[in-house]
């Protein structure tokens, strides 16, 4: 079975996850699995959120980017602390963002250009301080159902 993503789109969206975390104290994740264990993927989301610690973070700037490659479904969460600060129109319009970049095959830069903006938004509000430490794995984390 062929792979969402090639090694290296792997290795340009790492980039960009490492690249948007740069100048914010904010992480981002990106999970990618072929069957979404739940009606809505936001539910989803929260649920993998939760399985990845991502709700551990000092200020809850935690974000989230859920993909359910069979089931074609996305979703956005962002924690307390950054989802106060943007609301939930903005996760919809970068959802929306990657889904015009999907229609077209594209899906390294539909993540890519997701996540950087998501960084955008975090470096807005949660600037990096000096001593910011890397609280999560910028590692792409796959489900167990063949993504």
Known sequence: MARFLTKEQE?????????AETNTSGEVRVHIEGRCKKDNPIDRAIEVFAELKMHET??????????????H????WGDKGIHEKVGQDFWEEEVE??????????????IRDAVLLVGEKLKEHFPYQTDDINELD??????????
Do not use: C, H, P, W
Request: charged fraction near 30%; hydrophobic fraction near 40%.
């Open 11 to 19: 290795k340009t969206v790492i980039a960009a996850i490492k690249e």
């Open 58 to 71: 000092e200020l809850r700037n935690g974000v989230i980017i859920y993909i359910a490659t069979k089931d």
């Open 97 to 110: 963002l990657m889904k015009k970049y999907f229609q077209a095959d594209d899906y390294e830069s539909g």
């Open 73 to 76: 479904k996305l979703a956005i």
């Open 138 to 147: 910028d590692e792409i984390s796959y489900g167990d159902n063949n993504a």
